[in-house]
Structure formats: C-alpha cells, structure tokens
C-alpha cells in the first residue's frame, strides 16, 4: 500500500502541475509523505485519505498516545451532550484560581483575576485554538472522564479514550489511533458524528486562523488555512496532527491523522524543548500541508456535504 516506506529516490513529482484525478493525488501525497518523513526521522504512524480512496496508511491501528489531538474527542463528548439538552454552549462555567494549569500554553494562566467565569462555548473554542489546557479540566467539570469514555465508546471509538484519575471531574488526554482520529473526523464531515449545529460549531473553530498554523498550515495563505481544520498536539518526543482539508466550495477532500514520536533527525538536545515549526516533524507537516492543498486543487467532491468558511476580514479596532 502506498506510503509505507521511504521513498528510495528523490522525487520532484510534488512541484509538477494539480493531479486531474484523487488517485494521482494519493500518489502524489504518498511520495510526499514517504520522503518527508524518512528525512525527519522518528517514528510515525498515519492515516491520511483523498475523497474516499487511502493515500497513506503507515501503523494506522497503532495505539499511540495523542495529546492534544484528543482535545477532539473531548470537544466531541460534550458536544454530544449539548445535541442530547444535558448542556448549552451558553451555559457558564466557574473558573477558580485552584482550576487554572500554570503552563505556558493558552490564557488562562495569563489572566491574574480568579476566581471567574465563563461561558462552555469560550471553554472549547479555547481548547481547540490556543489548545489551553486549563480547559481540558473545565471540561472535566460538566463530562467526566468516564462519562465521556462512555460517549466516544458508543460512538465506536475504544481507543480513543482519556486516562482517569482519581478526581473524577480530571483525566489526562490518552491515546488513539491513527485510524479511529480518521474515522471520527471523517464521521464529523459526514454529519454521522454530531447535529448539524454542533458541526458546524467544532469545524468553525478548529478552522479559525486562531487556531495550529505551525504544522500542516504553515505554508498556506490566509484563505488556503481557513480551509483546513486542524488540532495539534504534542508532549515530550510526541509531534502529532490530525485534521480536515476542504475544497474551494466547501467540500472536505483530504483527511489526515499524523503521530510521529521518538528520535528525529538533527540535534536530539535542540528537539527535544522544540514545539514549533523548525522541529523536524513540523517541517515534514508543513512540506505535506502544502503538498495535500495543491494536490486537491483540481479535484472536487459534488456529492459531499459542504461547509462553507467565511472570508479573512481583518480589521483595526474602532
């Protein structure tokens, strides 16, 4: 199957002209992805698609461990609260000094003015753009860790599951596969994941330009990002990414989940703090992002469901 392996030459096809057809996309996204990551090292397990076809399954049922990509799957559970009436994004959350993560990540550590509160809707638009995880356990907080195993198994997603401990309102973000981040994005897109509002609520967020640009998007222009839905996560030797690309009307046409973890190429002392898009796997992610857009360029998916993003509008306060 393709991208299983390195490549064993180097390969410009990348740079020739959009493929006409998906299969030569997952030919192209293949050959990408195979040189990519053997020049950045480490040890990747992925799962990336074009329309309905595979282009890419390397380890796609390794249980790997998914940080904040799993912030997803979070989102989902509570989401699948809110489409049953247990919740409303509306709804507001109390936020104690003693809740607030005092990481580097996220605002809520930069705020200074505890306790407050605010709304569940703010809580995941945070988790999913600047992955602020102080919002992790405010989400705790109305779906438990159990309660929210239980909805993501009664989805079908067994691996996809956060780690418990021993406060029942906190857990840690646990593991996946490549293959079921896959399929609960494609189930997402689908409209078989959640209501349509709550769709539309988690695709809007994870496309804003607010959220992960370091990686798949890097390379992409402003209206090239807003059609990319994409969650991050990374911990230790982990660099992982999983998301959506959609085409010019909305439709999705790429899928993809990447784990990579281990040793990776160049100095292991500078990798090692580096989070950013000069560590070797974001590069790969970055050559690859450019790489799926262009791919697509001339393909479209008529019969898929379409969502549509508003155009970039910036403005200058007033």
């Given at each position: 199957?393709?991208?299983?392996?390195?490549?064993?030459a180097a390969d410009d096809a990348d740079t020739a002209g959009p493929p006409a057809t998906p299969e030569a996309a997952r030919r192209r996204?293949?050959?990408?992805?195979?040189?990519?990551?053997?020049?950045?090292?480490?040890?990747?397990?992925?799962?990336?698609?074009?329309?309905?076809?595979?282009?890419?399954?390397?380890?796609?049922?390794?249980?790997?461990?998914?940080?904040?990509?799993?912030?997803?799957?979070?989102?989902?559970?509570?989401?699948?609260?809110?489409?049953?009436?247990?919740?409303?994004?509306?709804?507001?959350?109390?936020?104690?000094?003693?809740?607030?993560?005092?990481?580097?990540?996220?605002?809520?550590?930069?705020?200074r003015a505890y306790p407050s509160s605010v709304t569940l809707g703010h809580v995941m638009s945070l988790l999913l753009t600047v992955s602020?995880?102080?919002?992790?356990?405010?989400?705790?907080?109305?779906?438990?860790?159990?309660?929210?195993?239980?909805?993501l198994r009664a989805k079908g997603f067994v691996q996809t599951q956060v780690v418990p401990v021993a406060n029942p309102n906190r857990f840690?973000?646990?593991?996946?596969?490549?293959?079921?981040?896959?399929?609960?994005?494609?189930?997402?897109?689908?409209?078989?994941?959640?209501?349509?509002?709550?769709?539309?609520?988690?695709?809007?967020?994870?496309?804003?330009?607010?959220?992960?640009?370091?990686?798949?998007?890097?390379?992409?222009?402003?209206?090239?990002?807003?059609?990319?839905?994409?969650?991050?996560?990374?911990?230790?030797?982990?660099?992982?990414?999983?998301?959506?690309?959609?085409?010019?009307?909305?439709?999705?046409?790429?899928?993809?989940?990447?784990?990579?973890?281990?040793?990776?190429?160049?100095?292991?002392?500078?990798?090692?703090?580096?989070?950013?898009?000069?560590?070797?796997?974001?590069?790969?992610?970055?050559?690859?992002?450019?790489?799926?857009?262009?791919?697509?360029?001339?393909?479209?998916?008529?019969?898929?469901?379409?969502?549509?993003?508003?155009?970039?509008?910036?403005?200058?306060?007033?």
């Amino acid at each position: 199957m393709l991208g299983q392996g390195p490549a064993v030459a180097a390969d410009d096809a990348d740079t020739a002209g959009p493929p006409a057809t998906p299969e030569a996309a997952r030919r192209r996204i293949a050959r990408v992805y195979d040189r990519e990551t053997a020049r950045a090292g480490g040890t990747w397990s992925s799962m990336i698609s074009v329309t309905d076809g595979t282009a890419v399954s390397a380890g796609a049922d390794t249980v790997v461990e998914a940080y904040s990509v799993n912030k997803i799957a979070v989102a989902t559970a509570v989401l699948d609260k809110v489409d049953r009436g247990l919740l409303t994004l509306d709804q507001r959350v109390e936020v104690p000094a003693s809740i607030v993560i005092q990481d580097t990540d996220g605002v809520f550590a930069l705020d200074r003015a505890y306790p407050s509160s605010v709304t569940l809707g703010h809580v995941m638009s945070l988790l999913l753009t600047v992955s602020d995880n102080t919002c992790v356990r405010l989400c705790g907080l109305v779906c438990p860790a159990l309660e929210l195993n239980e909805i993501l198994r009664a989805k079908g997603f067994v691996q996809t599951q956060v780690v418990p401990v021993a406060n029942p309102n906190r857990f840690f973000l646990g593991r996946t596969t490549p293959n079921e981040t896959h399929t609960l994005l494609r189930m997402l897109v689908g409209g078989t994941l959640l209501s349509p509002a709550s769709t539309d609520y988690l695709l809007n967020v994870l496309r804003s330009l607010s959220a992960f640009t370091d990686g798949v998007r890097l390379e992409l222009t402003s209206a090239e990002r807003l059609r990319v839905a994409t969650k991050a996560g990374w911990f230790a030797d982990g660099r992982n990414e999983a998301g959506v690309i959609f085409d010019a009307a909305g439709a999705p046409v790429v899928t993809y989940a990447m784990f990579a973890a281990g040793t990776f190429s160049g100095d292991p002392a500078v990798n090692a703090d580096n989070y950013s898009a000069t560590h070797p796997a974001l590069r790969a992610r970055a050559k690859l992002g450019r790489t799926m857009m262009d791919a697509v360029a001339r393909l479209s998916t008529p019969a898929a469901r379409t969502f549509g993003a508003k155009a970039y509008r910036p403005v200058n306060g007033g």
